[in-house]
């Protein structure tokens, strides 16, 4: 699977941006997928999951209510809808997938993307 994660940016704080990851190379069928980050000195953490079906979604507590995860099996695309954002959530995004069941630990995923800058300015 090749994951292309795209949408960062710079944005101020307050305002709003959409992440896309379109996907390629293999069935996206039971594959659920993942947004992490990594903000400069820290380790990549978990953001936000999504189930192949888009039933099941879950997020770290430091996004809830501001990100929302989503998904279009047709498009072969995951979404990442980022609102009131703040300095704190600025890093570089990853997206991951992983076939089975949702996850929300790095090593648990297969495929990464790039990632994509996204900064956040007070």
């Known amino acids: 699977v090749q994951l292309q994660a795209s949408g960062g940016g710079l944005v101020q704080a307050g305002g709003s941006l959409r992440l896309s990851c379109a996907a390629s190379?293999?069935?996206?069928?039971?594959?659920?997928m993942g947004w992490f980050r990594q903000a400069p000195g820290k380790e990549r953490e978990f953001v936000a999951a999504i189930t192949w079906t888009g039933s099941h979604v879950l997020y770290a507590d430091s996004v809830k209510g501001r990100f929302t995860i989503s998904r279009d099996n047709v498009k072969n695309t995951v979404f990442l809808q980022m609102n009131s954002l703040k300095p704190e959530d600025t890093a570089v995004y990853y997206c991951?997938?992983?076939?089975?069941?949702?996850?929300?630990?790095?090593?648990?995923?297969?495929?990464w993307g790039q990632g994509t800058q996204v900064t956040v300015s007070s």
């Open positions: 190379g293999r069935t996206f069928i039971s594959v659920a």
């Open positions: 991951s997938a992983v076939s089975g069941p949702i996850r929300t630990r790095e090593y648990e995923y297969d495929y």
